[in-house]
């Protein structure tokens, strides 16, 4: 018993040596994390500011070139991205090279920092091949922009343009000879040329993705949404909404039957041609055919905006004015003296339209080749949201000033929209007769189709623009089926088909600017299912939706003048891409998820109304 006890007196005696050291090793261990914590912390910090001095220097060349397409501003604008691309590579090697550890650290806003901050891009890539990177996306966007097209039976005018000329004729012309000599002038001049370059950047594409630690660009562009289960969710969300979208469809082929009866086969696609879009991206260019009551009042404003001589100006400044009344924040001083918002008449220019942040907090623009339109004005709107987006996180770290989610964005001024469309705010602001009925069933269902021409019927080709994407970049579609396997996924998810025989010499894709451009487009598709549900419970918030109230249906809410709702909206906006990107939707509408829900309750009057008359029709909706 003795000699155990010296034994166990050793133990204790080594045991409590071994505390005492770890009472007084564990502090300096803290103190040691902590200051590791705080190096990095003031170092990100500074590189950010460096970061966003570097991005406006891009972000002016990339304007210029894109106000003034010409050679000069494109050198300029390659320079330009190649100096922005060698700094972030550079902070980016530091930010690696010194804080190793940054995964272990204990503070979560400086660990998302450094997740995010540790991304690079295509600015991953060895500088010879950044340089060839940027120079055949530049190509590739300069053709999108630059591409003319003959006009009809005259061979000798060759200088239409996509904006305004090539839209203008595919949306009001219903002579089917023209559309199908527009569409096929424009797939073959504009998509076929980037046919090449595409293949070539496609790798060099996967080579910076796989650089930056994913599998390709695909898994580069997804991680965005923080999801495991992002692709499936989408493909959920798509199923959800088909029935609603196939009722509009066979609804729509039955009326374009009686237009172009010989265009109409018994394969239930319709003919891309026929869209009123010369990408068929949506069917609101058709809404003359298609209005399910005719004799009603129209919800198209243009001509009053043209009689109460509206001027691109004045439909801006009444954008403005719509934010303004939620309490949000107006337009700054420089969007007003630097935005491009007409359509120069002596350069070329890219008319897509684009909301501009210069990355420092105080310049922000537009451009936009504005028409006096109705469907200018609900740009106007949408493109404005993006402004309003970038001043309410603008002072946010760099690394924060951004959506929640790639969706989020796009969802934004789309959300305002959906108020500022709406028969009840046209009338307040003196765009419809006072005599002109806002609420009865006649005039909402006229209402609702004209809203879903555009935002359900362009849910499909929203999501298959990636979703082909996707394929292309994981390998499982080859170069030998580019186009091919573009027109089996629209014959599928959107129930079209090319007007003429396409082969694979053709890059159908490619003709569409987010493609030319690279440009993801899966936030179109998460924006259009997100918006709906900022515009429910902002009209919630606004005391102007109750389900259970028949007078306040969700399609004639406009939350115009209304603080409570701006106040929610800002609060959201400004947390930009600080919190992953379910907190932020859980703030805004009381929800974690994406969800449809919101959507087919917006149209739910319009879809009733839809399965009644398809039936009457004989029209089954679908195809085979």
């Known amino acids: ?35 590791e914590e705080e190096n990095a912390r003031a170092f990100i910090e500074e590189e950010e500011r460096r970061l966003a001095e570097k991005c406006y220097d891009y972000t002016v060349a990339s304007w210029n070139y894109n106000t003034n397409i010409n050679d000069i501003n494109q050198e300029l604008r390659l320079n330009a991205s190649l100096e922005y691309s060698k700094f972030a590579k550079l902070s980016w090697q530091n930010l690696n090279r010194k804080f190793k550890s940054w995964p272990s650290f204990k503070d979560p806003d400086l660990k998302r920092k450094f997740k995010k901050s540790t991304v690079l891009g295509s600015s991953v890539l060895p500088e010879d091949v950044l340089a060839q990177y940027n120079q055949l996306e530049s190509d590739m966007s300069k053709t999108h922009s630059t591409t003319k097209v003959c006009a009809y039976q005259n061979s000798t005018s060759c200088n239409l343009s996509l ?17 199908r000599h527009i569409w096929t002038e424009w797939h073959n001049k504009s998509g076929n040329l980037i046919r090449k370059p595409y293949e070539q950047f496609v790798k060099l594409s996967n080579q910076a993705a796989v650089l ?20 499936e969710d989408f493909e959920k969300i798509y199923e959800t909404l088909a029935p609603l979208y196939k009722q509009i469809h066979a609804y729509a082929r039955a009326k374009l039957r009686d237009v172009y009866a010989d265009q109409i086969s018994s394969d239930g696609l319709i003919p891309a041609h026929l869209f009123g879009s010369i ?42 004015e719509f934010f303004t009344s939620l309490g949000l924040i107006p337009m700054p001083e420089e969007f007003w003296k630097e935005s491009l918002i007409l359509k120069p008449k002596d350069r070329e220019v890219v008319c897509h339209p684009t909301a501009w942040d210069f990355c420092n907090g105080k310049d922000f623009r537009i451009k936009q080749c504005t028409e006096v339109n109705m469907k200018d004005f609900i740009t106007i709107h949408h493109e404005m949201g993006h402004i ?18 790639p969706g989020f ?13 709406t028969p009840k705010h046209l009338k307040e602001i003196g765009l419809l007769d006072e005599a002109t009925p806002i609420d009865d069933y006649e005039t909402s269902i006229n209402f609702l189709m004209a809203i879903a021409l555009k935002k359900v019927a362009s849910l499909p080709f929203a999501y298959i623009i990636d979703k082909y994407r996707w394929a ?12 091919s396997h573009w027109w089996e996924l629209r014959n599928k998810y959107q129930g079209v088909k090319p007007p003429i025989q396409r082969s694979e010499e053709n890059f159908d894709p490619g003709t569409i600017y987010h493609v030319a451009s690279h440009v993801d487009y899966s936030r179109y598709f998460a924006a259009t299912i997100i918006q709906f549900q900022f515009h429910r419970s902002l009209c919630k918030e606004a005391g102007q939706y109750d389900p259970q109230d028949p007078l306040k249906p969700l399609h004639n809410c406009s939350i115009y003048r209304s603080k409570a709702a701006g106040t929610k909206l800002a609060a959201g906006l400004a947390m930009g891409a600080s919190q992953p990107w379910p907190e932020v939707m859980k703030s805004m509408t009381g929800q974690e998820i994406m969800d449809a829900s919101a959507i ?6 319009l879809e009733d109304w839809l399965t009644i008359k398809n039936a009457a029709l004989g029209e089954i909706p679908g195809w085979p």
């Open 1 to 35: 018993m003795k000699q155990l006890s010296i034994f166990y007196t050793l133990y204790l005696t080594l045991a409590l040596c071994y505390s005492v050291n770890r009472i007084v090793a564990l502090p300096q261990l803290h103190r040691f994390v902590d200051d």
């Open 163 to 179: 904006d305004p000329d090539v839209k203008k004729i595919m949306k009001e012309s219903r002579n089917e000879q023209e559309l």
């Open 212 to 231: 930056n630690n994913f599998s390709d660009t695909g898994d580069y562009w997804l991680s965005e949404y923080e999801s495991a289960t992002i692709k």
């Open 279 to 320: 990408f068929a991206s949506s069917m609101d260019g058709i809404y003359s055919l298609l209005i399910p009551f005719p004799d009603r009042a129209s919800i198209d404003v243009t001509k009053e905006l043209n009689a109460q001589r509206y001027t691109p100006l004045k439909m801006f400044q009444k954008a403005d």
């Open 388 to 405: 309003q987006y970038f001043l309410q996180y603008k002072d946010k770290p760099f690394t924060y000033r951004d959506g929640a989610n």
């Open 409 to 421: 964005h796009e969802a934004v001024g789309d959300t305002l929209a959906l108020s500022v469309q």
């Open 472 to 483: 292309i970049f994981d390998g499982s579609v080859d170069i030998s089926r580019y186009n």
């Open 600 to 605: 087919r309750e917006y149209f739910k009057p």
